[in-house]
């Protein structure tokens, strides 16, 4: 997992703006495969609340989520 790719993706996911998966892989030049593997390793391994919305078809956090990164 490519820590700047997490980074992009929890952005994305609190400005609302990740859009359909297929979407989200186009923001991120990844495959959506691989955008399914960086959401689940966030939900499982990080705990991010992470859902996805059918209605607005954007990623959201359930609740307020922050990662912290530093060593």
Do not use: W
Not at 3 to 19: D, S
């Amino acid at each position: 997992m490519d820590i700047r790719v997490i980074i992009k993706v929890h952005e994305l996911i609190e400005a609302e703006r990740t859009g359909t998966p297929k979407e989200l892989s186009n923001k991120l030049g990844l495959s959506v495969r691989t955008v399914f593997n960086y959401i689940n390793f966030m939900k499982l391994e990080l705990n991010a609340p992470i859902t996805f919305n059918t209605q607005t078809k954007n990623y959201y956090y359930e609740r307020k989520c922050e990662l912290c990164f530093n060593g």
